[in-house]
């Protein structure tokens, strides 16, 4: 089984900046799709960002365009989340998720993810 381990969230000013890490275990990975979502309090939780596993397509959520950006997704390689001006919006628990459908594009929906890490907390006070 594919184990995934979130890494790097913290407290942080707004206005800062964070990278979280994504690691996978084991030497076989085979997902094509690797992304980042995220859960605040009493939300559901929302697509933050992806990366194609040759790292030729993003995606991002319109409320991150512009601050965060994924690296990364080739199998058995961290995929980094570089976040920058961080708001308290943000605060949430960001959870990092592996798709192994080869699709057009990635996928933005939880329901594509095959796995997902424990989630690791990010908080952004005022």
Not at 7 to 30: I, W
Not at 76 to 92: G, R, W
């Amino acid at each position: 089984q594919v184990q995934l381990v979130e890494s790097g969230g913290g407290l942080v000013q707004a206005g800062g900046s964070l990278r979280l890490s994504c690691a996978a275990s084991g030497r076989t990975f085979s997902s094509y799709v690797m992304g980042w979502f995220r859960q605040a309090p009493g939300k559901e939780r929302e697509f933050v960002a992806a990366i194609s596993r040759s790292g030729s397509s993003t995606r991002y959520a319109d409320s991150v365009k512009g601050r965060f950006t994924i690296s990364g997704g080739n199998a058995n390689n961290m995929v980094l989340l570089e976040m920058n001006s961080l708001k308290p919006e943000d605060t949430a628990v960001y959870y990092c998720a592996g798709d192994m459908i080869r699709r057009l594009v990635p996928s933005t929906s939880t329901s594509a993810y095959d796995y997902w890490g424990q989630g690791t907390q990010v908080t952004v006070s005022s």
